[in-house]
């Protein structure tokens, strides 16, 4: 991801869409990025998630009024725990990349597995907190702070459906492969690697968000956004 940043914000310096530079790139033959067509694509939905995500935080930040209690859901419950899952789903996501690039399958099936048991573990977690939820009477309508609550684990939660739908696809696929051609699904698996990473991200940022939520923080952040 690194890599990938100085590459971008590299290009952005040498200003490629000026006449003289725009010379200089014609005059060789091959790819200013090394990026496969399958993260080429996570990027894109990256863009459009930040966008739907950075308005629920914005909302989260504007639509609070003060004085308002925050501190419901840091109480123990499942978020915790669905927490600590992502942190597994990424874990083993990287261990599959490092394996590949080692050239080493022997354990790609069995972690793939168990990716996808924990991505249903975290998404049945949230459908059972959301009960405990409704069940307390803390509903979408009782006030911002749950709306806003509801409104992004809601999406977050599809973000994640979408990514078990070409989960879902690499894996039938790696599982009939044999070993030694389990590689030609590198491409493949270092995208979902990726895309599973930004959504951890975002749930940390929303975690922690409203972890260290005080007044401070919000006039701060709202001074940001203006």
Known sequence: MSNLLKKLF?????????SERAAIDNAHEGKTFDISVQKSAV???????????????????YTLPPGQDTKYLLRPNLLW??????????????KITNDLKKKDTSKVKRNLLIIGGLTYLFLFGQIIFWFQLLK????VSTNSYFANFYVFTALHGL?????????????????KLE??????????ISALSLYWTFLLIVWLMFFLMIYIFNDAFVAWCKSLIS
């Open 136 to 139: 307390s009477g803390n509903y």
């Open 81 to 94: 725990i669905n927490t600590l899952i992502l942190f597994f789903v990424t874990y083993f996501f990287n």
């Open 179 to 188: 070993q030694n051609k389990i590689l030609e699904e590198e491409k493949n």
């Open 43 to 61: 990027l894109i939905i990256f863009g459009i998630a930040t966008v739907l995500f950075s308005l629920v935080f914005t909302s989260y930040l």
């Open 159 to 175: 973000h994640l459906l979408g990514g078990l739908l070409f989960w879902g696809k690499v894996s039938s696929r790696v599982l």
């Open 10 to 18: 590299g290009t952005l310096l040498q200003k490629p869409w000026e």
